[in-house]
């Protein structure tokens, strides 16, 4: 195979334009809990931000690869954007699955107690939310509630530079947001999740719930960033997040559009908050943004 084809590949399971989904919240996580400039000179910052761009998504999509052939099979969205995985190639995949599960065991070396623990979360929600015998992603309610392996990073980043967890109100937002992303990139899949019989949570209450459904839990976000940040002029884009289901349901905007401009919307607001932490953390004789 040749070295282009298999970089295409890799970059193809690893669903690179998602790749920010996973290392994203390990920057934010690692920056919200840093207490200067000098915790990002720390070699194990670079490390696992590494580790949360391509071995972690290659983790997290190859396993859910590896175990949806099924319903692959008759998902368009493996014709282009993403990799369908049969005969040979399914055999491949398996091999590099294990070799980031041996790269991920052994990196959890050099962990202290807690940290083994949220890593260990994180690697637990990656494999058994499309492997057997959990499987999370066929149950209902636990489908969503089981993304929160995105937010794992956040956690585990914020706890190895500041050796404490995240306040409860930032672990709530994050469990709104991810719940929201999940069931809404679900609800373009209803109909072949359930030609392959996969009941997830829009299979299982219909679409216009789960756009309500989604609705809410942006709305809950919505209004955590706001008074969080005590109604901060910036913190208002956060209402980009509510109108996503409402520009479907309402202005009858086509979902499978508007899912992949997630990433976008995703990368440009998280990258600002980001920026709005590291001006305020880190670099504090810069005018304020935050």
């Known amino acids: 195979m040749a070295v282009s084809e298999s970089v295409v590949k890799l970059l193809k399971v690893s669903r690179f334009r998602f790749w920010i989904y996973a290392a994203g919240p ?23 931000l590494v580790y949360f761009f391509v071995p972690a998504n290659i983790l997290i999509y190859g396993v859910n690869d590896y175990f949806d052939t099924a319903t692959d099979i008759l998902n368009p969205k493996k014709d282009g954007k993403e990799l369908r995985v049969v005969g040979v ?11 980031v599960i041996t790269l991920s065991l052994g990196l959890m070396v050099l962990q202290d107690n807690v940290g083994r623990i949220l890593f260990a979360g994180f690697l637990f929600l990656a494999i058994f939310y499309s492997a057997p015998p959990l499987r999370f992603k066929s149950k ?27 306040d409860s ?8 947001h991810i719940s929201a992303m999940h069931i809404f990139s679900a609800i373009p899949d209803i109909e072949y999740d359930r030609r392959a019989g996969i009941k997830t949570t829009p299979v299982y209450i219909g679409a216009k719930p789960s756009l309500a459904l989604v ?20 913190s208002f884009l956060v209402l980009i997040y509510p109108a996503v289901p409402l520009s479907v349901a309402v202005f009858k905007r086509d979902i499978n559009r508007v899912y992949w401009l997630l990433p976008y919307i995703n990368t440009s607001l998280g990258g ?19």
């Open 26 to 48: 390990y920057v934010i996580g690692y920056t919200l809990g840093a207490s200067g400039f000098n915790d990002f000179l720390r070699p194990e910052y670079y490390l696992y």
């Open 89 to 99: 190639e399914r055999k491949r995949l398996g091999r590099l699955l294990a070799a």
């Open 140 to 166: 209902p309610f636990l489908d969503f509630a089981s993304n929160y392996m995105y937010i794992m990073p956040g956690v585990f980043g914020y706890y190895i530079v500041s050796g404490r967890l995240p």
């Open 169 to 176: 109100f930032v672990l709530l937002a994050g469990f709104l």
């Open 215 to 234: 609705a809410g839990f942006w709305t809950g976000l919505a209004y955590l960033a706001l008074t969080l940040t005590r109604f901060h002029p910036l």
């Open 272 to 290: 600002l908050l980001w920026l709005g932490l590291v001006n305020y953390k880190i670099i504090p004789f810069f005018p304020r943004l935050i």
